[in-house]
C-alpha cells in the first residue's frame, strides 16, 4: 500500500506503488478494445463489452481519411456538473490518475470516480477499518482491470495487480490482529484485543510486577487496575463498585495503603470512605503521580488501547465464574496473567522451536501474583474448576496449559 495526494492535499491510500500519471495530467487513452466485467458496487450493476473498434461510429479503416465522431456528454453529476469535472481545476481523480470524461463504458467512468472519493473518505476516518479497506483494493483491482483492458494501458494492468496484492495484504493484517487464521476451518473469535494491544498488556504487567509500592496480591491487583485507569493521563475515574469488585473484602485497607504510601492521591476533602461510596453518576478522578504527563512516560499507546485493555483486564478480572467460585485476588491475578501470555490457540507460553508446549516458567509467574512457585499450583487449579484453564500441569518448574475455549476471545495473542 501507498499513500499519494487526493483533489485539495489530503493524503489518501490506494494500494499503488508507481506506474501513475503526474499530477494534473489525464490518464492515458480513451476507449478501445473490447471487454466483459461486472461491478457489483456501481450503478447499474455492469454492462455489456465494448463493441470492436471497427463497428463504432467515426472508426476508420486502413488509408481512410479520419471521419469525425461526436463527443459523448458526460452525465451530469448532483447540481448539473458533469461526472469526471468536480468544478473548476478539479477532476475526478484515483490513484493520482485524472478520469477521462468521455472515458467509456460509463459505468466504469462512475465506479472510478467513486472510488476515488472513497478512498479519500477512508483516510478521514477517525480509526482504520482494514476490512473496508481490503473491500476498497478488491473494486480497485477489478476497475482499473477493465480500464487497462479498454485503454490497452499496461501500467493500468500492473496497478490493478498492485491492488489485488493489496487486498491480500490487508485482510492477512485484519486476521493477524483478530488473532484469526485467514485459512482456518474452525469458527472465527471475536478477540477482544489485536497482537499489538496483547504485547502492550504484557508490558503493563511487567511494569506492575515492577513498580508496585506495597507486597500482597490485593495491592498487586489493585495496582494493575488503577494503572490501566490513569496510564494516558495519569487521572482516572473510579466508582464505589469498581474498587469493591476488585479487592472485595479488603478494598478501604488496600485503598488506604496506597494513599499512605503516596502511590495514589485523591481528590482534596475525599476520604477513602467518599471514594467507596462514589457512584457512577458520579464517580471520583483518581491520581497516580508516578504516570502523570511530566514524569518519564512508561507507555507508548494511545486512548484507544488504553481503553481495551483496561476493558480487557476487567473482563478477566470480573469473570463470572472467578466470582462464584470466589477467586482471591492472587487467583485473579494469574487469570491476568495466563490470558495475556497464551497464544491465539490457547497454548500457554511462547512458541520453542522443537516442543510442542514449554509454557511458562512458575517463578515469573509466581513473581506477578505475589505467591511463592510451590504455591501456584493450588491457584491454577482453581482456574481449571472455573473452565479457565482446560488443563494445567507445574511439573518441572513449568506452568503447561491452555485456556479453556469460552475465555479464548481474552487470549493476548503470543
Not at 386 to 409: C, H, K, N, P
Amino acid at each position: 500500500m501507498s499513500a499519494g495526494t487526493g483533489d485539495r492535499g489530503g493524503l489518501f491510500v490506494d494500494g499503488a506503488d508507481s506506474g501513475r500519471t503526474e499530477k494534473g495530467k489525464p490518464g492515458r487513452g480513451v476507449v478501445s478494445g473490447g471487454g466483459t466485467a461486472m461491478f457489483s458496487d456501481a450503478p447499474g450493476g455492469g454492462w455489456p463489452s465494448a463493441a470492436p473498434a471497427s463497428g463504432r461510429p467515426g472508426a476508420v479503416g486502413a488509408g481512410a481519411a479520419p471521419v469525425p465522431r461526436a463527443r459523448p456528454t458526460p452525465r451530469p453529476r448532483p447540481g448539473g456538473v458533469p461526472a469526471g469535472h468536480l468544478g473548476a481545476g478539479r477532476w475526478a481523480k484515483i490513484a493520482q490518475r485524472i478520469v477521462p470524461d468521455d472515458l467509456q463504458p460509463e459505468v466504469l467512468r462512475l465506479e472510478l470516480t467513486e472510488l476515488g472519493d472513497a478512498f479519500r473518505a477512508y483516510q478521514r476516518r477517525p480509526e482504520p477499518d482494514l476490512a473496508v479497506l481490503a473491500e476498497l483494493h478488491d473494486r480497485k483491482a477489478r476497475a482499473f482491470a477493465l480500464w487497462a483492458d479498454v485503454t490497452g494501458d499496461a501500467s493500468l494492468r500492473e496497478e490493478a495487480e498492485r491492488a489485488e496484492a493489496a487486498a491480500r495484504t490487508t485482510r492477512e493484517m485484519n486476521a493477524n490482529r483478530r488473532g484469526i487464521e485467514v485459512d482456518g476451518d474452525g469458527p472465527a473469535i471475536e478477540r477482544l484485543l489485536a497482537r499489538a494491544q496483547g504485547v502492550h498488556a504484557r508490558g503493563v504487567l511487567e511494569y506492575v510486577r515492577a513498580h508496585a509500592p506495597s507486597p500482597g496480591p490485593e495491592a498487586r491487583l489493585a495496582v494493575l487496575m488503577l494503572t490501566l485507569r490513569a496510564a494516558r493521563a495519569g487521572t482516572g475515574n473510579v466508582t464505589g463498585q469498581d474498587l469493591s469488585g476488585w479487592l472485595q473484602g479488603d478494598t478501604e485497607r488496600v485503598l488506604k495503603e496506597l494513599v499512605d504510601v503516596g502511590w495514589l492521591r485523591l481528590p482534596e476533602a475525599v476520604t477513602v470512605a467518599d471514594a467507596l461510596d462514589s457512584r457512577p453518576e458520579e464517580p471520583t478522578q483518581v491520581t497516580v503521580p508516578s504516570l502523570l504527563p511530566a514524569e518519564p512516560r512508561p507507555f507508548s499507546f494511545g486512548k484507544v488501547t488504553r481503553a481495551r485493555l483496561s476493558g480487557w483486564a476487567q473482563r478477566v478480572v470480573g469473570d463470572r465464574k472467578l466470582r462464584k467460585k470466589k477467586a482471591g485476588a492472587a487467583t485473579r491475578l494469574l487469570a491476568v496473567y495466563t490470558a495475556a501470555h497464551s497464544r491465539p490457540d490457547g497454548l500457554l507460553g511462547e512458541r520453542v522451536e522443537g516442543a510442542e508446549d514449554d509454557g511458562l516458567g512458575l517463578d515469573a509467574v509466581a513473581s506477578f501474583c505475589c505467591l511463592r512457585p510451590e504455591d501456584v499450583t493450588e491457584h491454577a487449579e482453581l482456574l481449571v474448576a472455573a473452565d479457565w484453564l482446560a488443563e494445567a500441569d507445574t511439573s518441572g518448574g513449568r506452568l503447561r496449559g491452555r485456556l479453556g475455549e469460552r475465555v479464548l476471545a481474552l487470549s493476548g495473542l503470543l
